[in-house]
C-alpha cells in the first residue's frame, strides 16, 4: 500500500464516504437530486456531465445529430464528439471553449431523476458558480489527475460548502493521460479530505475518472482500473440525500395582500419553512402581532394544510396589519429580529465590498437599508480567515450588517430561503454581493462579554446536532464556532492550557 493510500485510510475514519450502490434496491426515488459541477477551468466539467447525458440516453436524437454536426472537424483521437457542446449553450462559450453561464440538464435512471447545474470554472464567473450552488445537494468538484488541486479548486470547495452544501465527490479527472496511476489518485483524494475536513464536509467519496472514455462515469472502468472497485459517479448520485428539511418552524415571506372585495383578506406568499394548518396560531414580524390561521386558499381550492414549497393565500381570524416584505411565522419558532447581524458573503462586482457603505439588502420581497463592515477576508491557499476592511471583488469574507429598522432572518444553516440576502448598490443598482446570515448580533453581551466561557472540541456530526436545536439557535448570538481539525483543536487547547 502507498503512503497517499495509508494515509486515506486513515482519513477515512473521520471523512465518510457516501454510501455504496445496493444492488438489490430497486425503488425508484421520487425527490430528485440537484447537483453542480465546480472545478478549475479545463478539468472536463462540461464533458463530463455531457458523457452523463450521453450515457443515461437523456440525448434525443435530433440533439445527437446536432451534437455530431457542431462536432465536425474537432472529434478527438478515440472519434467521439464534443460532449461539452452539450452544456455550453451561448455562441460565445463555444467560441472560446470556456463555461460562462450556469447550465441546467435534466436527465434521469430507473432510480432517480436529477437536475445538474454545469458552472463555469473562471475566476472571473465565480458568482455564476455561486449561484448553482445555491440550490444544489451535493457537488460533484473536478480536478486534473494531472495537476491536482488548485486555488480555483479550493475556493469553489469553500463556496459550496458555505451555501450549505454538505456532500461532496471528488472526480479526479483525466486519470487516463496519468496512465492511471493509482498512487496519483491516492495523493490528490488525500489532499482533498483534508481540505474538506477543515471545511467540516465529512460526506466525501473520490472517484478516478476519464470523461472523455466514460470510464466511471456511468459505466465503470474496472477494464483499466482494477485497483479501484469503489462506485461509479452515478451510482453515488442515485444513493445520495436531498437536503433535509429546515429545521425552523413555519415561515410565510409576505409577496402580495389580496384584498378583491371587502369580505377577504388574504396574505400571498411561498411557505419557506414548516408547516401550517387551520387554528394554527402565528405571528406577523415585525410588528409582532398575533393572529390564528383560519383559512389556506390556493387558486383552485382551500387546503387543510401546507408545506414548504407550496404557494398560498393564507387568511387569518382577525384584522391585522400586514405588508409585502413582513413575515408570517409559528409562533412557538419565529425567526431572528434586531439591527444588527453576522453574516458571510461573496464579493461580485469589480468594486468589491466597500467599508462602511450603505447598500440595499434583499432578502425573499423584503428590502432595507443596510450598512456593511467587512471584518474578514478568508485566504484559500491557507484557509485561513485573515483581518480585512474590504473585500474585493470573488472574495469570501465575514462581515458585521447594521440597519436602519428590524431585520427579520434565520440562520442560512436553519434556513436557506430566509437566512439568505443580496446586497444592491443603490448608485448602480448592481447586485454586489451574495450573503448568507451566521448569527443575530447583541449590542451587548455576546462572545465579548465579560463573563465566564467554555470551550468545546467536539466531532463535527454531534456539533452539528446541537446547532440544529432551538436551544441553541436561541442563544446562537452568543456562541463562536470555528470548523477545525482534530489536530488543530487539540493545539488550541494545548496553547491555552500552556
Request: aromatic share 6%; charged share 25%.
Amino acid at each position: 500500500m502507498t503512503a497517499p493510500a495509508a494515509a486515506n485510510a486513515a482519513l477515512d475514519q473521520t471523512v465518510v464516504s457516501l454510501p455504496v450502490q445496493e444492488t438489490a434496491r430497486v425503488v425508484r426515488d421520487t425527490r430528485p437530486l440537484r447537483l453542480i459541477t465546480c472545478g478549475s477551468v479545463d478539468d472536463g466539467k462540461s464533458t463530463l456531465i455531457g458523457r452523463l447525458l450521453w450515457d443515461t440516453k437523456a440525448v434525443k436524437e435530433d440533439q445527437a445529430a446536432s451534437l455530431q454536426r457542431d462536432s465536425s472537424g474537432k472529434q478527438n483521437d478515440l472519434g467521439l464528439p464534443d460532449f461539452a457542446l452539450l452544456l455550453d449553450g451561448l455562441q460565445a462559450e463555444r467560441e472560446q471553449g470556456i463555461t460562462i453561464d450556469v447550465a441546467y440538464r435534466y436527465f434521469a435512471t430507473d432510480k432517480r431523476s436529477f437536475i445538474v447545474a454545469d458552472t463555469p470554472g473562471h475566476e472571473q464567473y465565480t458568482r455564476n458558480m455561486a449561484t448553482g450552488a445555491s440550490t444544489a445537494d451535493l457537488a460533484v468538484l473536478l480536478v486534473d489527475a494531472r495537476v491536482g488541486l488548485l486555488e480555483q479548486t479550493r475556493r469553489h470547495a469553500t463556496i459550496a460548502t458555505l451555501m450549505g452544501i454538505r456532500q461532496f465527490v471528488l472526480a479526479v479527472n483525466k486519470i487516463d493521460l496519468t496512465n492511471y496511476d493509482r498512487a496519483r489518485f491516492d495523493q490528490i483524494s488525500y489532499e482533498f479530505r483534508e481540505l474538506a475536513l477543515s471545511l467540516g464536509v465529512r460526506q466525501v467519496t473520490a472517484i478516478p475518472v476519464s470523461a472523455l472514455k466514460g470510464e466511471n462515469v456511468v459505466y465503470d472502468g474496472r477494464a483499466s482500473m482494477p485497483w479501484y472497485d469503489g462506485p461509479t459517479l452515478i451510482e453515488v448520485l442515485e444513493l445520495a440525500t436531498t437536503r433535509s428539511a429546515q429545521t425552523v418552524g413555519f415561515r410565510l415571506p409576505v409577496q402580495r395582500v389580496s384584498r378583491p372585495g371587502e369580505s377577504f383578506r388574504g396574505y400571498q406568499g411561498t411557505v419557506a419553512g414548516g408547516s401550517v394548518k387551520p387554528g394554527d396560531s402565528v405571528v406577523i414580524l415585525p410588528s409582532g402581532m398575533v393572529a390564528n390561521v383560519s383559512k389556506i386558499v390556493t387558486f383552485d381550492l382551500v387546503r387543510n394544510a401546507a408545506v414548504s414549497g407550496d404557494a398560498i393565500t393564507l387568511v387569518l381570524d382577525r384584522q391585522v396589519d400586514v405588508s409585502r416584505g413582513d413575515v408570517i411565522a409559528s409562533i412557538d419558532s419565529p425567526p431572528m429580529t434586531g439591527l444588527a447581524f453576522d453574516a458571510q458573503l461573496v464579493a461580485l462586482q469589480p468594486e468589491g465590498i466597500q467599508p462602511g457603505k450603505r447598500y440595499w439588502l434583499k432578502s425573499g420581497s423584503r428590502r432595507q437599508r443596510v450598512q456593511v463592515q467587512p471584518v474578514s477576508q478568508l485566504e484559500l491557499k491557507s484557509g485561513k480567515w485573515n483581518h480585512a476592511d474590504e473585500l474585493p471583488m470573488n472574495a469570501i469574507g465575514k462581515v458585521h450588517l447594521a440597519f436602519d429598522e428590524q431585520a427579520i432572518f434565520d440562520t442560512y444553516e436553519q434556513n436557506r430561503t430566509t437566512g439568505a440576502f443580496i446586497l444592491i448598490d443603490p448608485d448602480t443598482n448592481n447586485t454586489v454581493a451574495g450573503g448568507m446570515i451566521t448569527a443575530k448580533r447583541a449590542a451587548l453581551g455576546g462572545i465579548h462579554a465579560e463573563e465566564s466561557r467554555v470551550i468545546l472540541s467536539l466531532p463535527a456530526d454531534l456539533a452539528d446536532q446541537l446547532m440544529a436545536t432551538e436551544l441553541f439557535a436561541s442563544r446562537r448570538e452568543d456562541v463562536e464556532v470555528r470548523r477545525v481539525t482534530a489536530g488543530k483543536a487539540v493545539n488550541i487547547i494545548d496553547a491555552i492550557d500552556g
